[in-house]
């Protein structure tokens, strides 16, 4: 299948070389309206055009799928040119800005019958995969709640605060773990440095489950931490993916409570302290799994892990985070039609 | 100046074993209803009378202070009724459960003219202490916010859930580095294990000051953690209590933000990444100097990190977080009358 | 039994602490020749007796044992008059410093029907146990080598040079877990501060194996450093004794190297790099466990894994040690006649 | 200057990137027998000339230097009649294999009075520019000893054991970080999985000055582990290569002994624990600034970091190394005449 990559900022390149290596697609065109960013890519290499303007992908019959990389707030504009043209669709993270929008795109997907996937990255990495089996096996047991921290200085960005810039990742993955769409959520945030933009924040997710899962956001921490952490009732998981090697830690342990009738007056805990495992994961890119998942998803028609309305999902909790900011932190409900995630 | 320690579970022994090295004190009494409890101490000592009852020491004119380390429960009526008797109280965190009964004691010891101290131990660790210097010195610059992580495998309790418990400490700890008792608080719990207490909660408090701190207290996390971070405007700093000797970290590390007239549209960010320091701490034990901080208000009529008044900020939060809890995270005032935080 | 704790320096107060707590043993004596510091044992207890001269043990007929901790060089005569009062004898590491006055000891002990135990407690530690249980269930498969690391700074002795008075730990802990003794020894001593005495070394032992045991000891390191790598052909052990609670790790991980008939010219060489395992230790004290294996000897004669001979083995190593470093670092073989490891 | 680059495999490309991004080189030839690995960077672009033959760069006068990242028993042929020709060299470490004929080549290229300088990239990373300067300022005082770790699972190699491996890379930090050459060495090789080849092995140095350095170097380490130790008298310093930021620790510690006229009786023993300083670390990539070194010697006539004559006594030293281990790990001395480091 021939595939057209748009956008060649910082994550395009990436989409390049992983299309590239793969025996599945064929980059056809890459597109970018820096001139010198499309040279950089095409000079020296022969089976791929250059574009400065991707109406030249869309009318081109040969293309069967785009990969768009362009900043958020043009996502909706060529992905909605990119469907009606029939090509399938990988945008990069958000979706778009808007969740109504964002249902629009995905039912002019269905009707077009093409595949429309977001790149929600970190659903492919080795990381996520064990930690969903982990959740799915039931070697985790019932989840009692998911707390994360994704924290460092900077990269501060000019058109998106700390919430837009950090939170899908969290958001989707959370999503991804529970296979859920949460019910409301609270934000809090905090301008340090700018009444411009929020640089720091928490974020608190009701699922209908009851599983809260909480994420602290933030560019101005002096250390870089990327933890995540899994509460349940059989075993507890953390994920530390500033580590190397060892990133997932399965600890079996737990601690079981039981009350007599006339309630808290006499309560029995005990304490479960066993092994801890840390699994060895697989160590191949996620991008190239993203790149994969997408020509099967063309293929066979089935739903990957990032599909349309996975990504709608993570739309509608930023946008409602950004009510929930304005209101104080209060929480705050997701737009009434729920997005149904893709079964898992 | 003659000391009674009364109450001799968990933490009364400490403070026998603490008053008893000190020059400053000499402990005359300890008190216990467990008579096994009592006589484990006064045997083959000379100088320490035991009791069961606690009225005994209050009827004993030779008896300066009194050192309380009950249940929370128990609180109120002994410290008034020590005050009652004339004598200065140091009681175990926290000084009450209820904001009026709360004020009431620090009146009742304004008008006895008596020392009214909590043992909010953690402020005088050397870790705290430290940390105080670092924001008064203005070496950090202007706070952004404070994170603390409070985590664990349990030690569940009957009587308290995880944010009476554990809370109190970093409660404590954010007025006295900040010098400010909270303007409101949010407070989203957890109840993973039972419906009668919450074991993992979350607590975001605003400062008069505009100052967010915000903390993590968990009775079902794998694995211990104890972390805060303090983001300045010059420098940032953070506190492992877990590591046996390298606990405080400064880090001179900083970002700065300018936009343009036309604001977000363009924004330069520069970022500092210096060198970090791990200063060497005192590793005197805190409750000494408790003791120590106690003999000199009463010596010099000043007030301590940890007067009364103190001690009614942290549970005025609590009860305020309690009533958060109720409202879904609402974020609460504290009651109206704002108490006084010693200046410092 | 009754046992009399002769020594009350630095470790006699360990050794009466876990005496005393054990159904098994009576704590009928303690004995210094410092007057206070026998009296700040025995004042306020009864059924403990002070002495000041370890003789009014040894004629007393009840008294079953005695646990030495004593300077090392007064071992000797003191182990020797205890056995030949009739007496089974704990002594504290190394057991003496002669190999000659070592074997005299061990024949007399087996002459007088008594047991002789020398107190290497790391051998019950938990950790120890792990890593001896790892290798005798072939767990580690092959042990190809063994690399040990006790560096801190201080603390310094007068009467013990740092290969005294730490590689004791690793030679007796090497030994338990290859059940060998070394056939030769190559030790480099570093004297940085004074030529008096070394403070830091390095220690070569070799195996009739084949194996090599090395460590790195040390006085003048920074940071303290507690840590043993055990490579294996099926899996790799690692203990770091300063984590308080992660101290083995097990890798599931190996390299499988395959040579052509023509030698080095081409090797196949295949690497496994599976899953991490930290076991859970059993937290009990290990002194504890000495006392307890003590008491268990003299009551079925059999052996435990500190014989005196297991702490000859150590005595004889150390001397090899001393004269290889008076050689400048030459391999130096253990006297010639070997002591027989206790078969385990 | 043009620069050619001679050997493409693992290294070359390397070098051929970084010499390519300096205005100092202009890179016109690239090497190797395979014309596969010459197309692949030749191949859309232009000025850079392919060959399969060395003698064609030789040949050309245009060319100023070359840069050989060969196998290391073809050094010793390339680099004589790269100098024969004329060319400035810079070549892989180890400069060749045998001692008398990295002599000649040194003496060779004073004779054409061309740079001869060998790639010890290390010494060029912030992190021994760094300890350099910390005993260099004598921060650290006077230096008590080295220890070196360097061990993880693998890269075996066929054509060289651990110690041609590994041990290039701290014998040269030692002799940069000194400003000597070891006198003798001992060498203690294990070759756990085949007899054909070393696989892990202790090597001790020893300096005129009387210091000694000792590294650890193993292909069988269940972990990775690349970290340096430097007691000094005044401070001590650490450096842990895995760290991905905090790779050098400074430690304000330290301890003092003195003792009595009678020697060991009286020994008074004081200790400094102050702070830690972990330094913020130049980020640039060590082998860029090996070809602006090159480059400057060329132009200067000055001597860099690592000279012929600097390799050479890395040579010097694993020769003695390699009779070392065949005399049992016989501290070995280095062949009679001593290589003049370059004064710093």
């Not at 009707?111 to 995969?129: C, I, N, P, W």
């Amino acid at each position: 299948m021939n595939v057209a990559i748009i956008g060649l900022g910082y994550w395009g390149p990436n989409l390049f070389r992983n299309f590239s290596s793969l025996q599945e697609w064929s980059v056809s065109y890459v597109v970018d309206a820096d001139e010198a960013k499309v040279a950089r890519i095409v000079s020296g290499r022969t089976g791929v055009a250059g574009a400065t303007d991707a109406r030249v992908v869309f009318d081109d019959p040969a293309v069967d799928a785009v990969a768009i990389a362009t900043p958020p707030n043009t996502h909706r504009a060529l992905v909605e040119a990119a469907l009606l043209a029939g090509k399938h669709v990988l945008v990069e993270k958000p979706l778009c800005l808007d969740p109504a929008e964002g249902e629009e795109l995905c039912r002019l997907a269905d009707r077009q019958g093409k595949v429309l996937m977001v790149d929600h990255t970190f659903l492919y990495t080795a990381s996520v995969e064990k930690l969903h089996e982990l959740i799915r096996s039931q070697t985790l047991g019932d989840v009692y709640y998911i707390d994360s921290i994704r924290v460092n200085l900077g990269l501060f960005q000019a058109h998106a605060n700390v919430i837009e810039d950090l939170a899908p990742h969290d958001i989707s993955i959370f999503n991804y773990l529970l296979g859920e769409e949460p019910v409301s959520v609270s934000a809090i945030a905090i301008n340090a440095l700018s009444d411009h933009l929020a640089d720091a924040a928490y974020l608190t997710l009701k699922y209908p489950s009851g599983i809260i899962a909480h994420t602290h956001v933030s560019w101005i921490s002096p250390v870089k931490v990327r933890k995540m952490m899994i509460a349940g009732s059989n075993r507890m998981a953390t994920w530390d993916d500033v580590e190397p090697s060892e990133k997932i830690r399965v600890y079996d342990r737990g601690v079981a409570v039981e009350f007599d009738d006339d309630a808290r007056s006499k309560m029995l805990v005990s304490y479960r302290m066993g092994d801890i495992a840390i699994p060895a994961l697989d160590g191949s890119e996620a991008l190239r799994k993203v790149a994969l998942a997408f020509a099967e998803s063309i293929r066979t028609g089935a739903a990957n892990r990032a599909t349309g309305r996975d990504g709608l999902a993570v739309v509608r909790t930023l946008s409602a985070a950004r009510r929930s900011v304005e209101r104080g932190g209060l929480f705050t409900e997701l737009t009434n039609s729920q997005v149904e995630i893709s079964s898992r």
